[in-house]
């Protein structure tokens, strides 16, 4: 787990692993590694949470992300967050901005017992570009 501060407001990011489902309740769902990204207490300024193999990934992803963005409480503005998980085949993963700017991510190691690392980033309303995950050739 890895926590800080953007906008003044605490928030964190969890790692865990999950179990394969399929029924009538959910979607068909692979299991593994999953996290969740929370911005306040409870997430009420936002939050995501994603998995590296769900029924819409490849059965050898090694990156899987979500981003999200809340302008909702005009005394702290606009945030915006991306947050996401990365295989043993990454080695690295890059926010490359269409400015020309690249910054490296901080990859965190998940608990022991979860195949994954994990990263966060929150970017200015408006940023664009890419988040890259890079292997080690």
């Given at each position: ?5 953007v ?8 790692a ?13 769902f ?9 911005v306040?207490?409870q ?5 995501i949470g ?7 990934t490849?059965?050898d ?11 909702s409480d005009?005394s ?28 490296q ?8 017992g979860?195949?994954a ?17 890079l292997?080690?050739?």
């Open positions: 787990m890895s926590f800080g501060h906008s003044g407001i605490e928030w964190s990011l969890a865990y692993d999950t179990k394969p489902y399929s029924g009538d309740q959910f979607s068909r692979l299991g593994g590694s999953c996290g969740d990204l929370m306040g207490d997430g009420e300024y936002g939050g994603f998995c590296l193999h769900t029924g819409e490849a059965p992803g090694a990156f899987a992300m979500a981003g999200f963005g809340n302008a005009r702290v503005g606009p945030i915006v967050g991306y947050a996401g998980l990365v295989g043993s085949q990454v080695s690295s993963v890059e926010l490359r901005l269409s400015g020309g700017e690249t910054r991510l901080p990859l965190y190691d998940a608990p022991s979860i195949g690392r994990y990263f966060e980033v929150f970017v200015a309303e408006g940023t664009g570009g890419q988040i890259v995950a292997g080690s050739n």
